[in-house]
């Protein structure tokens, strides 16, 4: 064996030392995880390309004859899922072929709730995708990203009409700040340039018509703010990051349509592992924030409580976990109820429940019905296969399935 | 076997392999891990399927292989966007004390250069394998992977001389 061959093992030996494993709940958390992180990563990109990319020619799609209601749905689908209120909500399903990557995409629509769905049609449906995106902008409008698997070229299209019918928009040009709507999907835009030239990441949202990216009139003084995509129940908008000027996690709280933020550091046990770590929920004026990670690579899950009690001017952290006390693979958001709990589902250990504002938790009486997440519509729930479950109080949940 | 235990000792067994193997195609030891942990959490979701292929190891690479391509050509179109330079790697995320040299040189080569010698001595993969992932013909592969070693002993030669 060469000298060269000699280094070359010692170096192959020295780097494989240095790659340590994290534990396997933190696979399993992040497999759990990937639809809501991949919605970020493109929201991302599409932030930073709204700078840069000129608005292309608007052409009209031929408007597609609609199939019959409730369609069978494959039974390896996936969906992203989010409603624009109580009755109006979409689903983008994806079924994919793995190894490879490549995705059929399909859309479904209901009108009253999640009982019923209609399948709608997409320009170009047949064609595989790497990826697919769908942001819903109000009960009747949505815009979808999507990837082509093999020359990974974007197109982005929106409809007005429920996804009846399709164009195409650009990437989005940058429009003048807006006070958000109360009712706004909120996500990254692009609001400058940083100084290492990329992009400087702001909140924001979409215009109604899907065309421009709309920062909110003032922007939290985070480094790549991670925003929540809709206002919490008591109408307030909120960001998670690094605060600019003192280089501590923080959470930013708007309670006036974007116009002012109040930003409070908190203090962060162990390491924030996802661009959706954190989670705002509100019940009764009271909010709750928890934060998502793992300490030491050990394992995932629940790393700390916050609540506040005066609009997010000061939070008061009162759970936190130490290595021994991570509640392992804690998913999604906590539920702020009602009768004033706070839920938390682990798909390792169940829901568990705290009756005093967050300083204790025991195994809930009432378990969750899986992995819930926020939106205009209330908390929405992940069961088995296309299950879903919805609540406006997070106590009495109706059950549904998308197809 | 149990379905947990399976694919709690895929991971164990072939984590820091497929890590390299990264390594390889995207130059930047964090991404690398990043990508990895991303491909093991698509088998996870999948692990039923996933046990019952003939090389569960192959397949999670080819996943690998096919986030590392997928980034680089969002990266190189973003690039392109904001009329940005190719970054260099970042420097030297993992110290190693023995090694640094030949790790410096390495991270010295071209891309095309450094993926072979990283696939090859680090991630222990065949030539025809290595061949597989950077879809090059085996031949070409060869021919870098001797062109990269000479590049190598130069350089280390010269930083010898400079001591």
């Known amino acids: ?103 059929t995409l399909e859309l479904f629509a209901t009108a ?17 995708y790497a990826l697919g995106d769908l942001t819903v902008l109000d009960a009747d409008r949505l815009v979808i990203y999507r990837v082509s698997a093999g020359d990974e070229e974007w197109r982005r299209i929106a409809s007005d009409d429920s996804g009846r019918t399709w164009r195409d928009v650009g990437m989005g040009e940058m429009g003048a700040p ?71 996690w923080a959470i930013s709280v708007s309670s006036d349509l974007g116009s002012t933020w109040t930003t409070t550091p908190v203090d962060v046990p162990g390491e924030p592992a996802m661009t959706d770590a954190w989670a705002v929920v509100e019940n009764d004026g009271v909010l709750y924030t928890t934060l998502q990670g793992s300490i030491a690579k050990g394992p995932f899950g629940l790393l700390a409580v916050f609540r506040s009690t005066d609009g997010g001017r ?3 952290n ?12 804690m998913l999604g958001i906590p539920v702020a109820t009602d009768d004033g709990r706070l839920l938390v589902y682990s798909a ?3 829901t568990y429940e705290s009756s005093d504002g967050g300083r204790t938790f025991a195994k809930a009486r009432q378990q969750l019905p899986g992995e819930v997440m926020w939106t205009r519509g209330g908390y929405v729930a992940k069961r088995a296969n296309h299950g879903y479950a919805i609540s406006t109080d997070g106590v009495d949940w109706r059950t549904f399935e998308i197809g | 076997m149990a379905e947990e235990t399976w694919f709690a000792q895929l991971y164990q067994g072939s984590y820091r392999r497929l890590v390299l193997t990264a390594y390889g195609m995207t130059g930047d030891l964090g991404a690398a891990e990043e990508l990895t942990q991303e491909a093991f959490a698509i ?39 904001l009329r940005r330079h190719e970054a260099e790697p970042p420097p030297g995320e993992a110290p190693l004390s023995e090694h640094l040299d030949l790790h410096e040189a390495i991270r ?28 090059a013909p085996v031949g070409t592969v060869k021919s870098r992977l001797s062109r990269a070693r000479a590049a190598l002993a130069e350089r280390l030669r010269t930083e010898v001389d400079h001591v």
């Open chain 1, 178 to 248: 807006a006070p958000l709507s109360e009712d706004a999907w909120i996500q990254q835009v692009c609001v400058g340039e940083a100084e290492d030239g990329g992009c400087r990441l702001g909140v924001g949202t979409m215009s109604p018509d899907g065309e421009k990216v709309v920062p909110a009139p003032a922007q939290p003084p985070l480094v790549e703010p991670l925003a929540g995509s809709s206002a919490t129940e008591g109408g307030r908008f909120w960001a998670a990051g690094i605060d600019r000027a003192t280089g501590r």
């Open chain 1, 314 to 316: 000061t939070w008061t």
């Open chain 2, 108 to 135: 010295g080569l071209g891309p095309e250069y450094r993926a072979v010698v990283v696939l090859h001595y680090l991630a222990d993969l065949p030539v025809d394998e290595v061949a597989a992932v950077l879809d």
């Open chain 1, 318 to 329: 009162t759970w936190r976990a130490t290595p021994d006390t991570v509640l392992q693979a």
């Open chain 1, 348 to 350: 390792a250990t169940g």
């Open chain 1, 1 to 103: 064996m060469s000298d060269l061959d000699t280094m070359l093992t010692g170096l192959r030996d020295e780097l494989r030392s240095t790659i340590t494993p994290p534990d396997l709940a933190h696979v399993a958390g992040r497999a759990r995880q990937r639809t809501v992180r991949r919605r970020m990563q493109v929201g991302a990109v599409a932030a930073v390309v709204a700078v840069s990319v000129a608005v292309p020619v608007l052409r009209s799609l031929p408007e597609a004859a609609q199939p019959p209601a409730q369609p069978p749905v494959p039974s390896t689908m996936t969906f992203q899922l989010d409603f624009a209120d109580a009755d109006h909500a979409y689903a983008l399903g994806s079924d994919c072929e793995e190894p490879e990557g490549t995705c």
């Open chain 1, 112 to 128: 009253d709730g999640g009982r019923n769905w209609e399948k709608r049609t997409l320009p170009d449906g047949d064609e595989k």
């Open chain 2, 43 to 81: 088998a996870y979701g999948k692990r039923a399927k996933v046990s019952r292929t003939d090389s569960p190891e192959a397949w999670l690479r080819t996943v690998v292989v096919n986030l590392a391509r997928r980034r680089y050509r969002r990266k190189t179109t973003l690039d392109r966007i």
